[in-house]
């Protein structure tokens, strides 16, 4: 029997890791197209770096009909690598007779429906800065003032109960599923989604950042990756959280200085 699954773990993983290389993938087919450097600098007129039907100007990236599905590809790209130790996990509990390879596709897909929603979100709240000018149309902050209250809010948010809560259930997954267990592909998207209405009380102070380098910077973007991954593992995790939180209220003091 576990030989006549191994053909079914295999494509669910290559399913899995093949959706998050092809989210990257359009994100910097976006960035290309809009003549974008990965730090998400021009380097040359929006509009006019390709001819592709990605091909976009200024104008056009202010629409929510374009924002919507950018930032829903990119909680896919960013937050796809970062349920990896929750998905070996259940990996484990199928080995057990537990979990089914149904539960881990639900897993995945309620996980990711979670950050789509979220992902919607932003797209709105985007909108909305970009129509009171606090953003550029690539989605970089226009005003000190605003890029110093979002680092300081992300810094802050790094030494409050609310992210060490939402940590503990990160850096558990096993207790966690066992606590809220439901079997199933119906099951798994249901514990899925929790885990990542969970993920995203951890890490939506972090995503916010990305609007003060541009939400267009592809290396920021792989750098909050890496973050919010190491943060998740226990070992590493507890040594990190805190002293990220002071290195962003120390940079958005010396966005405050800058005001003086």
Request: with cysteine.
């Amino acid at each position: 029997m576990r030989i006549a699954l191994a053909p079914l773990r295999n494509l669910a993983w290559l399913s899995f890791f093949g959706l998050i290389l092809l989210a990257w993938a359009v994100m910097y087919a976006m960035a290309r197209d809009m003549g974008m450097t990965l730090l998400g600098n021009m380097t040359m007129s929006p509009g006019m770096a390709g001819s592709g039907s990605m091909a976009m100007d200024g104008a056009a990236m202010m629409a929510l009909t374009v924002l919507m599905p950018m930032w829903i590809i990119m909680m896919a790209a960013m937050m796809g690598p970062t349920f990896v130790p929750t998905a070996r996990t259940y990996e484990d509990l199928i080995s057990t007779g537990a979990g089914t390879r149904a539960g881990f596709v639900g897993l995945i897909s309620g996980y990711l429906f979670s950050w789509f929603g979220f992902g919607a979100l932003v797209a709105v709240a985007h909108h909305g800065f970009l129509q009171a000018g606090w953003l550029s149309a690539m989605g970089r902050s226009q005003s000190v003032l605003f890029s110093a209250v979002l680092l300081a809010v992300a810094g802050g948010y790094q030494f409050t109960s609310a992210k060490e809560r939402c940590l503990a259930h990160c850096r558990s997954p096993l207790m966690h599923l066992l606590a809220d267990w439901r079997p199933g592909f119906g099951g798994g998207a249901w514990m899925g989604a929790r885990i990542g209405l969970f993920c995203i009380g951890c890490c939506w102070a972090i995503m916010m950042i990305g609007f003060v380098g541009g939400a267009m910077n592809l290396l920021w973007m792989g750098i909050a990756t890496l973050i919010m991954t190491l943060e998740k593992l226990p070992d590493i995790g507890r040594w990190l959280t805190r002293p990220l939180g002071l290195g962003f209220l120390l940079a958005a003091m010396w966005y405050l200085i800058q005001l003086v």
